[in-house]
């Protein structure tokens, strides 16, 4: 079974940059599609990005779409999440979730099995 550990989240200036990692232990990564999702106080949680076993197809949130980009080193077991030009609104905790590559990499949260433990983001104005 996998286990995913999420990093990389803090308390950044809008406008400015973090990376979130997602690193999964417990057997090979390389199989796995990862989505990443968002949740802020009072909100559901909704998808931000996913990416497929390879790293070859990535899909992104019209919301963060041009400013954020998943990305994957399977020899690393860790799939990334880089955040550019972040905004206030995009204060949250963030989650990695995985599920076997079946051709078609969902982006609703119900899709996925395997859930990290959240990292909090906080951009402040």
């Known amino acids: 079974q996998v286990q995913l550990i999420e990093s990389g989240g803090g308390l950044v200036q809008a406008g400015g940059s973090l990376r979130l990692s997602c690193a999964a232990s417990?057997?090979?990564?390389?199989?796995?599609?990862v989505g990443w999702f968002r949740q802020a106080p009072g909100k559901e949680r909704e998808f931000v990005s996913a990416?497929?076993?390879?790293?070859?197809?990535?899909s992104d949130a019209d919301a963060v779409r041009g400013r954020f980009m998943s990305s994957r080193d399977n020899a690393k077991n860790t799939v990334y999440l880089q955040m550019n030009s972040l905004k206030p609104e995009d204060t949250a905790v963030y989650y990695c979730?995985?599920?076997?590559?079946?051709?078609?990499?969902?982006?609703?949260?119900?899709?996925?099995?395997?859930w990290g433990q959240g990292t909090q983001v906080t951009v402040s104005s």
């Open positions: 979730a995985a599920d076997f590559d079946v051709g078609r990499v969902p982006i609703t949260p119900l899709k996925y099995r395997i």
């Open positions: 417990g057997r090979a990564f390389n199989n796995y599609a």
């Open positions: 990416i497929n076993w390879s790293g070859s197809w990535t």
